[in-house]
C-alpha cells in the first residue's frame, strides 16, 4: 500500500463516511489539532517522563486517536467505527487521574508560567494545544461535537497541567510562579 494517494491533490479529503471536503474545512481542523496535541503528548513521553505518568499518557495517546477518528467521520456516520467512543467513563477516569496526581504537590497559591522541568514544559506545552484542540471542536459548523468529545478535552489540559506539577515535584524543581508586573 503507498502512503500517497494523489486524491488530496486538489485540496480536498476524504471523510469516514465517503464525503469529500476542503483540507481547511473546520472538521478537519479540529481532528488535525487532536492529531497535533496526541504528536505533543509523544514529545513529551520522549522527555523520559515517570513511569506511571508515561503510562497514563500512552493509554491517552489511543483515545486521542479514537477521539480523532470520530472527528473525521462525516457526521452522523460514526457508527460505521465500529469502535466504542469516548464517554463519560474516560472523563471520569481523566478526573481520578487528576485527584492522583495531585496528592502531595502545594496547594495552587498564584498561576504558574509554563516550564520548570523539560518534562514539566512539554506537558505545558500539551496542555496549549489540547486547549486549542477542544476551541476547533466547538467551532465545528457543520453538526456539533458529542458532549463526551468537549467534555473529555476539557479535562485532558487539566490533567496535563496537573501532571506537569507533578513532574516538577518529582524532580524537586519548583513550578515557575507568575508575578505581575508593577504598574509604573
Excluded at 51 to 78: M, N, R, W, Y
Excluded at 107 to 112: A, G, I, W
Excluded at 135 to 152: E, G, Q, S, T
Aim: glycine letters at 6%; proline letters at 3%.
Amino acid at each position: 500500500m503507498r502512503i500517497y494517494t494523489k486524491t488530496g491533490d486538489d485540496g480536498t479529503t476524504g471523510l469516514f463516511g465517503g464525503a469529500r471536503v476542503k483540507k481547511a474545512s473546520l472538521r478537519v481542523e479540529a481532528y488535525g489539532t487532536v492529531d497535533e496535541l496526541n504528536s505533543s503528548i509523544g514529545v513529551a513521553r520522549a522527555s523520559k517522563l515517570d513511569h506511571e505518568i508515561d503510562s497514563l499518557l500512552a493509554s491517552i495517546q489511543t483515545d486521542l486517536f479514537t477521539l480523532g477518528a470520530e472527528l473525521a467521520c462525516v457526521p452522523g456516520k460514526e457508527d460505521k467505527l465500529s469502535m466504542t467512543l469516548v464517554n463519560e467513563s474516560d472523563a471520569k477516569r481523566l478526573e481520578d487521574a487528576i485527584d492522583h496526581a495531585e496528592e502531595g504537590l502545594e496547594p495552587l497559591k498564584n498561576f504558574v508560567l509554563p516550564g520548570g522541568s523539560e518534562q514539566a514544559a512539554h506537558l505545558h506545552h500539551a496542555r496549549t494545544v489540547c486547549r486549542r484542540a477542544e476551541r476547533a471542536v466547538l467551532a465545528l459548523d457543520d453538526a456539533p461535537a458529542r458532549n463526551d468529545v468537549v467534555i473529555y478535552l476539557n479535562r485532558l489540559s487539566d490533567l496535563l497541567f496537573t501532571l506537569a506539577r507533578r513532574e516538577n515535584h518529582l524532580r524537586n524543581v519548583a513550578d515557575v510562579p507568575w508575578a505581575p508586573r508593577s504598574q509604573k
